[in-house]
């Protein structure tokens, strides 16, 4: 088993996936109300140059920090795919609301670390650990961060998620992802909780989702059918800012469902 990345290694990551996630943050906010140029438009998504441009940025940015880590996003991997270390990114989280020119999208930048070798029968992301989370809302200017074993941030401060229990007092935001199978498997899961929660929220952009639970302004966030590059850094600042981060790979591509909520509540929304 390979140790994980030096304490000073991982401020130095942290103050670069900051600084990347501020660049791309930019450009966004700068490009809210202007017309977007569409590479590809689906019935439930949407994919712009600006996501592009973005992640190039970003891997830009990454690689003369750091030349030998890897970087894996929506596009595949940049990079040696058997390094021990990996980025894991999402330039333009809420594509669609960003489109439109609806103010809720962020950065998402999770960097993860090869805890074990690649066993048999393994899923392509068990080996890999998240280690460090940066997502950042280019419109409130809220950064969320978290190094492991360490407190959650929001703009330095810590954060921490709610304290409630009962499910008709929680607000639960529930996710679509793109495929008919992920709305197939959504639906009667949001027919259910709309009847026993206070409120569900459908926000559209899911690492601002996951970091609204951790800062305790949602008590969960459930979708199935969602990427890892939406939910790796996110996950990482729930866990730190003391929430549950409970996600099972869906399929070998990088594809998840999820449960995401304050630690107080799996149950009672698996039983919902």
Known sequence: MSKL?????????????????????DVMRKNLRLVKKVNLAEQHDIKLELDVRCQKLIEKTLRVAFPATAILGEEGIVGDPHCEDRWVVDPIDGTVNFTYGIPHACVSIALQHKTREHQANDHPDAPFETVLGVVYDPFTNELYSAIVGQSARLNSEPISVSTRTRLDEAIVSVGFAK????????????????????????????????????????????????????????????????????????GTDHTYKILANNGKLRKKLRGA
């Open 179 to 250: 495929t008919a199978a992920s709305l197939d498997k959504m639906l009667p899961e949001f027919n259910t909780l709309v009847h026993k929660v206070r409120k569900i929220r459908i926000m559209g952009a899911a690492a601002l989702a996951m970091v609204y639970v951790a800062a305790g302004r949602f008590d969960a966030y459930v979708e199935s059918g969602i990427r890892l590059w939406d939910i790796a850094a996110g996950g990482l600042i729930l866990q730190c800012a003391g929430g549950d981060f409970w996600h099972e790979p869906v």
């Open 5 to 25: 990345p030096p304490k000073t290694n991982l401020n130095k990551a942290l103050a670069t996936a900051t600084n990347a996630a501020h660049l791309a943050g």
